[in-house]
């Protein structure tokens, strides 16, 4: 097997069970290395670490997978770690038609792939090459263990680059489902009423379909929506409005730049809350906020959950400036007492870093702010303590005097 040589000193994050090996770290690549290949580790002194992915193009040139020298990276290690993930979301996915990440890459045991769950529908991203060679033995087990309609693939085109992928869409296996795919999204309350139930396109949309990671967060900030006039700024499907509508707010404003996004939005909050007051707007949320406090418009409820604006440590000043620009405007733009709703999904935005920056925004805005709650991603994207990276999103919940 070929094998990867660390430099002296660069073995203590290894130890640490760190999932990842940046090229930076490595002496030497012994052996014939293919891509995609299981690859094992050396510290400087000789002595077996890990084993992992081999990503030849990558500057994570090896994604590890087992501490464990006996375990080969076989279909027998593929199947014990999708059981294993499927077991942990068994009290969370339960009925037909929920929605749930099943398997969240790294914090999963299984780097590189994402598995989501649209009702009898799966959807997933393969993002190292590793995964790419599996695809057939993975959905091979995957029909084995879940028994779904149809597969989807929607390899991230951003991460596929960066890995020197192509990057894969569309129908893997079995049928594509007529029109919509119509879920559940997790909950945490206990069920009142009747579901909310929720239109994904599996096809066309963002991402595997849906941005699975907010569900909770869109009951959370909805507690707050009672009675309020709510700006959902960059809805996509319209998860925050729905649940706003439901526990009755006023009003409800969704902006985003995407038109499929807001036809999406429109449908969802319609049969979640017939006859709720709703605004789309197709735009530009930063040139809409400038226009709105132009127009000295007001609301109780601001919500920003913008894309990911860091792509890499060199954008990240960029990305600085953007989530302040966005968080200043949403604070002009509240009554006093009202609720900002702040989220960044940048992982290379660190959760104390994107709280100054709110800082700053409310500095310069000259409001006070109170920090209320603090929210993450819903708990089918677990957060594995040796890789402090699976924790990407936050969410600040303020209240804006
Ligand atoms: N809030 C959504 C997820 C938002 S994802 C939910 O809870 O499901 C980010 C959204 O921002 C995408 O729908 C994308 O189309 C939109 N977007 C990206 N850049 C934008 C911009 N400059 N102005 C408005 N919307 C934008």
Redesign the pocket.
């Given at each position: 097997m070929p094998s990867i040589l660390l430099r002296s000193g660069r073995e203590r994050s290894l130890q640490q069970r760190h999932p990842w090996v940046f090229s930076g770290a490595i002496a030497a690549v012994r052996g014939n290395a293919n891509n995609g290949q299981s690859i094992d580790v050396y510290a400087a002194n000789g002595e077996w670490l890990a084993r992992g992915f081999y990503s030849a193009n990558s500057q994570i040139q090896v994604r590890l997978a087992t501490w464990e020298a006996e375990q080969p990276l076989d279909e027998a290690w593929l199947q014990s770690r999708l059981t294993r993930a499927l077991a942990g979301r068994a009290h969370l996915a339960s009925q037909p038609h929920h929605a749930c990440r099943l398997v969240f890459s790294e914090a999963d045991g299984l780097p590189g792939l994402i598995v989501d769950r649209y009702g009898q529908y799966l959807s997933i991203q393969c993002l190292i090459p590793a995964m790419v060679e599996r695809r057939d033995t993975l959905i091979a087990l995957l029909v084995e263990m879940l028994a779904p309609e149809g597969i989807y693939e929607h390899s991230d085109a951003e991460i596929c680059t960066r890995e020197g992928l192509t990057p894969h869409e569309g129908l893997l296996w079995g049928r594509p489902p007529e029109g919509h795919v119509l879920v559940e999204p997790l909950t945490r309350a206990s069920a009142q009423g009747s579901p909310t139930v929720l239109r994904v396109d599996l096809a066309g949309g963002?991402?595997t379909g849906?941005?699975l990671d907010?569900a909770y967060?869109?009951e959370r900030v909805a507690v707050y929506c009672h009675q309020a006039e709510v700006l959902?700024?960059?809805?996509?499907?319209?998860?925050?409005s729905v649940a706003a509508a439901r526990a009755g707010a006023s009003r409800m404003t969704l902006?985003?730049?995407?038109a499929a996004?807001l036809d999406l939005a429109r449908a969802n909050v319609g049969a979640n809350a017939p006859g709720a007051d709703v605004e789309l707007v197709d735009?530009?949320?930063?040139?809409?906020l400038r226009q709105y406090r132009e127009q000295a418009r007001r609301f109780d409820v601001v919500?920003l959950?913008?894309?990911k604006f860091a792509h890499s440590q060199r954008h990240l000043e960029r990305a600085a400036r953007g989530y302040k620009d966005i968080n200043l405007l949403a604070m002009q733009l509240l009554r006093p007492g009202g609720i900002l709703a702040t989220?960044s999904?940048s992982g290379l935005v660190a959760p104390d870093l994107f709280q100054k920056i709110v800082a700053g925004a409310a500095r310069d805005a000259r409001r006070e702010v109170q920090l209320i709650e603090r929210l993450t991603q819903s708990s089918d994207h677990p957060v594995l303590l040796t890789f402090p990276e699976s924790e990407y999103l936050k969410g600040l919940l303020c209240r804006v005097w």
């Open positions: 963002q991402k849906h941005y907010q967060n869109h959902d700024g960059f809805c996509y499907s319209g998860g925050f902006i985003d730049s995407s996004a735009g530009d949320m930063f040139q809409i919500i959950d913008p894309p989220f999904c």
